[in-house]
């Protein structure tokens, strides 16, 4: 079954540290893509970092960067340097190609709260 | 602003209403997508549309419907308005094919009284 999974419903992080949001993912296409995205309290989603599944490298974005693990199937978000401005839910999702059209699949998402 | 553009931002109506919510996508956009977000919930695939025609479907009720017109822009419809319907209903496009993730719309945030 296609599925992203991320355990951890809320997180706390003082400004200026790094801060780690997890995200496994489960599906058997060879080929997929993750994503992350932003929704602030003001209601609207924001793209962050895109991870195909064939890329060598981990997707960096400023201060976003994806570490892809493709053999435990995680796709954790990394912020550096947090600011306040960050606080706000994240939600994982994979695009997966099915019966000819893309589809795709968000996890229940985490809600950060930056601290001062 | 994101270029998908959604329209109304806000909508208060009452039991047993209808409502048309619309959404119009990125320019280049062929492909549509409705999503629902109640309260702490994560976004539930409803229905999408590429060049006019239904691709998708997800957990989208009876009571809705959705179209997508000639112009690319689309068209959410829900009746019979229960109070379990309030939730923020997003609009995605997406180009067909390509690396980058939807491009959502602001959101459309609908409160039955």
């Known amino acids: 079954a296609q599925k992203i999974t991320q355990t951890q419903p809320g997180m706390f992080v003082q400004e200026k540290e790094a801060v780690t949001l997890d995200c496994t993912y489960d599906?058997?296409?060879?080929?997929?893509?993750l994503f992350w995205y932003k929704q602030p309290s003001s209601g609207e989603m924001i793209f962050l970092i895109y991870q195909g599944s064939y890329d060598q490298q981990n997707a960096t974005e400023g201060r976003y960067s994806l570490n892809f693990q493709k053999a435990r199937k995680s796709a954790n978000l990394v912020i550096s340097a947090s600011q306040l401005g960050d606080s706000a839910m994240y939600f994982c999702?994979?695009?997966?190609?099915?019966?000819?059209?893309?589809?795709?699949?968000f996890g229940t998402g985490t809600r950060l709260k930056v601290l001062a | 602003d994101s270029g998908v553009t959604q329209t109304p931002k806000h909508l208060i109506t009452a039991t047993g209403q209808r409502v048309t919510l619309r959404c119009s996508p990125r320019?280049?956009?062929?492909?549509v997508y409705w999503y629902q977000q109640s309260l702490d919930q994560g976004l539930q695939f409803l229905i999408q549309y590429y060049n006019g025609e239904e691709r998708a479907k997800g957990n989208i009720l009876e009571r809705f419907s959705a179209q997508q017109f000639p112009d690319l822009h689309s068209e959410l419809n829900l009746s019979s308005l229960e109070l379990g319907d309030s939730a923020l209903y997003f609009c995605?496009?997406?180009?067909?094919?390509?690396?980058?993730?939807?491009?959502f719309g602001s959101g459309t945030r609908l409160t039955v009284v």
């Open positions: 320019s280049g956009d062929l492909s």
């Open positions: 999702a994979m695009r997966v190609l099915t019966s000819g059209t893309y589809k795709y699949i």
């Open positions: 995605a496009s997406s180009v067909a094919q390509g690396p980058g993730g939807y491009t």
């Open positions: 599906t058997s296409d060879p080929s997929y893509g």
